[in-house]
């Protein structure tokens, strides 16, 4: 063998150990905004698998300690950590920009640091608000 040739076959090596670590590192997230999880659940369920989301960080107005159950329910793949409104007030006059969080994530089979996770539901998950695309611009990433 020349040394050419074994070069050859070491950058091979190094390109195919590359690529496999470019397919393990890849990660998709989904952030929705969305209006009445509990009637969106099947539209979430249909885009988390259609396009392979590992993470998903959703965005509810109106979304109660009572109906934390439903989040679990969307979809039995997805592991999902939750925080609901604190204020039962229906008429809560800050509702509008008071948004609750739900983090939904960790695909079965992967591993994530479940406090990373927790520390990332907070106050200032969601600081700006933006007008939304037309579902006819939706494009995956």
Known sequence: MTVLTKLMKHLIFLFKIYIFSAILMKLNLLSWNVDG??????????????????????????????????????????????????SLDPFNSFRRVKLERVLTSAREGHILNTDILNNIITDNLITTSNECVPHKEFRPF
């Open 37 to 86: 999880v509990m009637q969106s659940a099947l539209a979430l369920d249909n885009v988390s698998s259609n396009y392979d989301i590992d993470i998903c960080a959703i965005s509810e107005h109106k979304l109660f300690n009572d109906n934390l159950y439903f989040v679990d329910s969307i979809n039995n793949q997805y592991e999902s950590f939750s925080r609901s409104d604190a």
